[in-house]
């Protein structure tokens, strides 16, 4: 988030940050957070009721079409 804030002159907390991540069911989930926020993972497993893990990189492409790093928060697959 920080290389692109810097990169696009703006603040880090203007920067959407799109995280994959994938439940034990192998459903996906993707969160949109603020640059400047991280997401409480364990906020989310109760919230939808299962675990989840962060997806690898060949999950990330599969499901969006996009390598992470570059995933961008609407237009996957």
Sequence with gaps: ALEAANAL?????????????CTKS???ILIL????NRVNEQKVEMIIGEKIGKADANY???ITGF???????????
């Design 33 to 36: 957070a603020s640059g400047t």
């Design 67 to 77: 390598a992470i790093g570059g995933v961008p928060p609407v237009g996957h697959k």
């Design 26 to 28: 192998r459903h996906s």
């Design 60 to 62: 990330v492409r599969e």
């Design 9 to 21: 002159g703006c603040e880090i907390s203007q920067i959407v940050k799109s995280l994959v991540f």
